[in-house]
């Protein structure tokens, strides 16, 4: 597999008014970032939301996602990653399709199984088993493509059921399409079809928490990218690998430091500045790092949080492109 050139994408989500978050993807774009991605989670603060060890989510994806690409002219914007489990699949395919054409050609579509089991419970969803929220992605992945293909829609799945139209509207170049997980059966179904493959922890307990860190070692990552070609087959070459930096800690930085990171994470120094989710050090140090972890995994495109977006952004400028 050849080395693509770096993209970089900012995570974003905690905004709590319309001035910061037009700000926020206007500064994601002047600093050089690819993308700005916003992730797919509905309850606020609470009970519910405190037995999973996640973060609350201000912004809805959608919206939010079409307000970032109206202010913006280069960014690329999208989900990392709507749940397929929240949204009906028609409904999702058609919201896809009007942020492709209205940002010109700026979306990025992220689609993922579903795993967080308390928002659920909480927002009054049943809780399938992963084999069923897998089955549903599978569909949901067929539908959106027989919708941005532009001909009649015809699926009829255990889960998803459309036919007798054509959707609209139509658009010239489908979005590229994002599949995240860290299990085997979802890994090898989005090197099978996805155009982004996001490789991320293994949250099969429903919570974020040391499992989610043991699951995502060096070791397991190279597992992970196993299930990945092996579902990809001939068409690896041709995928975008893509991971998150959930801890990182830039020398001069403003961001939490490399003893906070080893208090969240149980991992001592050493051991987090091998850690595939993890970018500790320097500028240069981080930049060594990263084009090791490229020419070891394949990982190209690389997502930090907002809280690191200023740190980051030298590591940006001067490996984008590159």
Known sequence: MSARPFRFACQAYRSTSARHWREL?????????????VPDHYIGPGPALDSTGHSVQVLAA??????????????????????????????????AATLQLLSEGRFQLGLGAGWLAAEYDAMGLPFPSAAERIDRLEETLELVRQCFAGGPVDVRGEHVHATGFTAVPAIERPPPIMVGGGAPRVLRLAGARADIVSVNFNNASGVLGPDSVASSTAEQTRRKLDWVRS????????????????????????GPGVQALTARTG????????????????????????????????????????????????????????
């Open 25 to 37: 993807a206007r500064r994601v774009e002047a600093l050089g970032y690819t993308s700005l991605q």
């Open 62 to 95: 959608v919206p939010a996602i079409a307000v970032a690409t109206a202010v913006t002219s280069t960014l690329e914007v999208g989900a990392r990653v709507l749940c397929t489990g929240y949204h009906h699949p028609v409904v999702l395919a058609k919201e």
């Open 267 to 322: 991992l001592d120094a050493e051991r987090l500045r091998e850690f595939p989710h993890a970018l500790v050090g320097s500028v240069d140090a981080i930049c060594e790092e990263l084009e090791r972890r490229r020419a070891e995994y394949g990982f190209s495109y690389v997502t930090v949080g907002e809280a690191v977006l200023d740190d980051f952004a030298p590591v940006v400028a001067r490996l984008s492109g590159r």
């Open 231 to 254: 579902g990809a087959g001939e068409r690896f070459g041709e995928l975008t690998l893509e991971i998150a930096a959930y801890f990182v800690a830039v020398e001069s930085g403003t």
